[in-house]
Each structure stands twice: as C-alpha cells, then as structure tokens.
C-alpha cells in the first residue's frame, strides 16, 4: 500500500502562484510514477501532469505546460506541483496520485485539495 497525502491547495487571483505538496509513504520502493489530477463537480478527474520516478520524465496536459512544473525529491518522499499564472479554469480540487506498474491508470490516491483562483 502507498499512501498520498496533499497539501498547499488554496486561493488566489488570477496570474498568482501555489504549490502544492504531495507526501508519499508506506511501500514507496514499488511507485512507477506519481503525479497530480484535478476535477470539479459533475465533470470527469483530468490528467495534469506526471513524474517517472526513477527516470524523472515528465508529462503535461496541453493546458498547463508552460505554467505548471512537476518535480520531486526522493528522499523526502515527495512530489510538488508548481502553479504559476493560474487561470479560473483551473479550479478545481487537485489530487496526488501514484502508480505502481508500469502502464495504466494510478492505483493510488490521495484525498485531495482544493484550488480556487478567482478573476
């Protein structure tokens, strides 16, 4: 098992900036990737981005690359989401996720947290 746990979620104004925080522990030695989906009410969980762990590639929605950065730090377990020049459509509650096979959806997530940027 792999638990995630998020932080950093809030609100900001339009062109601000958050950083969201991503804390992985339990069998962190099997994780593949981790990375970050959002969602809003009614609607489907949207990819974001996603971080190989050992070969550190990584992988963008069309919607966010140029804005958002994904990076980690091994040791700490951990993997952060950098939101810059945040736009209103990019609220929604984002989630931590993490896969532990090569291919395929993640099989582990986190309970979320919530971003709102206001016009």
């Known amino acids: 098992q792999v638990q995630l746990v998020e932080s950093g979620g809030g609100s900001v104004q339009a062109g601000g900036s958050l950083r969201l925080s991503c804390a992985a522990s339990?069998?962190?030695?099997?994780?593949?990737?981790m990375g970050w989906f959002r969602q809003n009410p009614g609607k489907e969980r949207q990819f974001v981005s996603a971080?190989?762990?050992?070969?550190?590639?990584?992988s963008y929605a069309d919607s966010v690359k140029g804005r958002f950065d994904i990076s980690k730090d091994n040791a700490k377990n951990m993997v952060y989401l950098q939101m810059n020049m945040l736009k209103p459509e990019d609220t929604a509650v984002y989630y931590c996720?993490?896969?532990?096979?090569?291919?395929?959806?993640?099989?582990?997530w986190g309970q979320g947290t919530q971003v709102t940027v206001s016009s």
């Open positions: 339990g069998r962190t030695s099997r994780v593949d990737t």
């Open positions: 996720s993490a896969r532990t096979v090569r291919s395929g959806p993640p099989n582990y």
């Open positions: 971080i190989n762990w050992k070969d550190e590639t990584t």
